[in-house]
């Protein structure tokens, strides 16, 4: 949990704790654009945000309703791992293409 809400830029875990829709294979990951300012029932709240892929990477803009006591701070996406180095800290050229000869 994030403290009493949720803010702009909080990578969030939308999962069944959060609403049963998002159950199981259902979940997804939400950067929060925006939170509803106006009341809603006692403990839900409208949140925007994109739903980020494995990769970090924003799929679809998304506006849901959930339960403040199920949201989950996620985990951070996977990256690219880095570059191979040689043993001179260069970059490995093998990873390069050929070049024309």
Do not use: N
Request: net charge positive; with cysteine.
């Amino acid at each position: 949990m994030f403290g009493p809400l949720p803010e702009p830029g909080d990578i969030l875990l939308i999962g069944e704790p959060a609403s049963v829709q998002f159950a199981g294979d259902r979940a997804l990951t939400l950067r929060l654009i925006t939170r509803a300012k106006e009341p809603t029932c006692d403990g839900w709240i409208w949140l925007t945000g994109y739903v980020l892929d494995q990769h970090g990477k924003a799929t679809a803009k998304r506006e849901l309703y959930v339960q403040v006591a199920g949201l989950r701070p996620a985990p951070t996406p996977t990256s690219r791992p880095a570059r191979a180095a040689d043993r001179r800290g260069r970059p490995d050229r093998r990873s390069r293409p050929a070049a024309p000869r």
